[in-house]
């Protein structure tokens, strides 16, 4: 039971980095369409 719950983790984390990335490019593209000038 343990393997496969370590097996999940270990899958989970490329998900996990993946989705950091994605999270990081939508975050970068939200920045550069709002004006230079925050209120």
């Known amino acids: 039971m343990a393997a496969v719950v370590i097996e999940?983790?270990?899958?989970f984390d490329v998900v996990w980095m993946i989705a950091d990335i994605l999270n990081g490019l939508m975050a970068i593209s939200t920045l550069r369409s709002l004006p230079l000038c925050p209120q």
Do not use: C
């Open 8 to 11: 999940a983790i270990d899958s």
